[in-house]
């Protein structure tokens, strides 16, 4: 699915019990950094099956900052990984975000798999999070289509659609990738964004990033 545009949502923020509980793969990643200067401690749970999920706490106070859902379930084309991870649940903690903590874990996710695939649901800040990687020249965004559990490139004068340092670019072509017939967002928020979603069914588009 493409990235809906929703309202921000809470959730509620879980740390695993027991690390070394039987059955189940947990791996501890190296600590990110965020926006503040302050430590993350990430746990990935991945058992090589369809899901992995991320688990990030605040070194400093203990408390649990974020959770990811990753889902493994699309066949990529040539030039991507086999396993490429699509994220499908994504929530930061409030006192995390302005710390710009989601733009950090989802580069981790990118070095780690070698590439990472646009969350199903977007809130203006998740948007924000693929203006911001477009902004960066050594990575590149693709835009993809999604058929019967497939990516392929959107082509544009028959050439992959891709941004790399061209935020400007990817900011003109919003009204091509977000999309929600059934969704009303605050106008303002899109607006400081430089652009409004569709608002139209755009289901088969996603973003795809991956390091040159």
Excluded: C
């Amino acid at each position: 699915m493409s990235p809906l545009v929703i309202e921000a949502h809470d959730k509620n923020l879980i740390w695993p019990d027991d690390l070394k509980e039987p059955g189940r793969v947990y791996q501890k990643l190296a600590n990110i950094i965020d926006g503040d200067d302050d430590k993350h401690e990430v746990i990935l749970e991945d058992d090589g099956g369809g899901m992995a999920r991320l688990y990030l706490r605040h070194i400093e106070s203990k408390e649990v900052s974020a959770n990811f859902v990753l889902e493994f379930n699309l066949t990529a084309p040539e030039g991507f990984p086999k396993n490429i991870p699509q994220v499908s649940s994504a929530f930061v903690g409030v006192d995390y975000r302005a710390a710009k903590l989601s733009q950090h874990v989802y580069r981790m996710i990118m070095k780690h798999y070698d590439a990472v695939v646009s969350d199903t649901h977007q809130t203006a800040g998740g948007m924000l999070i693929w203006l911001l990687m477009a902004e960066d020249d050594t990575v590149q965004l693709n835009i993809m289509q999604v058929r019967d559990g497939r990516l392929e490139y959107r082509l544009v004068d028959g050439e992959p659609e891709a941004y790399t340092g061209e935020i400007d670019a990817l900011e003109q072509a919003g009204d091509t990738i977000w999309g929600g017939p059934d969704e009303v967002v605050d106008s303002l928020n899109l607006e400081r964004l430089g652009f409004r979603p569709t608002h139209q069914n755009m289901e088969h588009i996603v973003l795809a990033a991956r390091h040159l």
